[in-house]
């Protein structure tokens, strides 16, 4: 069963970058569509970002010119680069399959607050 482990998270001003990591282990998602989902504590788990394996990318309107989603397959990771971070993007920050075929990691808290 594939593990997947996020890291990269932390406290950011208003304005300011991050930079998520993905990897996974005990098998390929090189032809899996992958994405980064988020969520606060009393809402449901919300997908913002997907990439197909050829990577072409999807984005959720709320952070749409702001996240960047990228794959390398041979490393068997997922990346999430956000910029101009708004405190409504206060969350904690997973990946899986846009399907959730994997085990949830532990994901990693991202804050944004002055």
């Known amino acids: 069963q594939v593990q997947v482990v996020e890291s990269g998270g932390g406290l950011v001003q208003p304005g300011g970058s991050l930079r998520l990591s993905c990897v996974a282990s005990?098998?390929?998602?090189?032809?899996?569509?992958m994405g980064w989902f988020r969520q606060v504590p009393g809402n449901q788990r919300e997908l913002v970002a997907r990439?197909?394996?050829?990577?072409?990318?999807f984005y959720v309107d709320s952070v749409k010119g702001r996240f960047t989603i990228s794959r390398d397959n041979a490393k068997n990771a997922v990346y999430l680069e956000m910029d101009s971070l708004k405190p409504e993007d206060t969350a904690v920050y997973y990946c899986?399959?846009?399907?959730?075929?994997?085990?949830w990691g532990q994901g990693t808290q991202v804050t944004v607050s002055s």
């Open positions: 005990g098998g390929s998602f090189g032809f899996i569509t």
């Open positions: 899986n399959s846009v399907t959730a075929d994997y085990n």
């Open positions: 990439i197909f394996p050829p990577g072409r990318t």
